[in-house]
Nanobody, 119 residues
């Protein structure tokens, strides 16, 4: 049973930082590229960042490039998203999943973690 559990969200002021975590089980984590996705109110879910299975390669949406850093620890079956210089437009529910533009476990989304950037 594939499980994806996101955590670490919260309310933060503009310019602040948060670190999200994604703990996974039910599949061989180290064999898959992984991604963070986000969905703002009234908008489609969008791809924010992707990391290769080894962690050596990363890609970011233009909107988060230079502010967010994706990383992973294959020994812990966990992926992270360090978010700095947060902006109100980063407000969204953040989800993790395997894959990138094509989602691998599209029937197994977690509950997500809410990030709210507001003064």
């Amino acid at each position: 049973q594939v499980q994806l559990v996101e955590s670490g969200g919260g309310l933060v002021q503009p310019g602040g930082s948060l670190r999200l975590s994604c703990a996974v089980s039910g599949f061989t984590f180290s064999s898959y590229a992984m991604s963070w996705y986000r969905q703002a109110p009234g908008k489609e879910r969008e791809l924010a960042a992707t990391i290769s299975s080894t962690g050596y390669n990363t890609n970011y949406a233009d909107s988060v490039k230079g502010r967010f850093t994706i990383s992973r620890d294959n020994a812990k079956n966990t992926m992270y998203l360090q978010m700095n210089s947060l902006k109100p437009e980063d407000t969204a529910v953040y989800y993790c999943n395997a894959g990138g533009q094509v989602v691998v476990f599209n029937r197994n989304w977690g509950q997500g973690t809410q990030v709210t950037v507001s003064s």
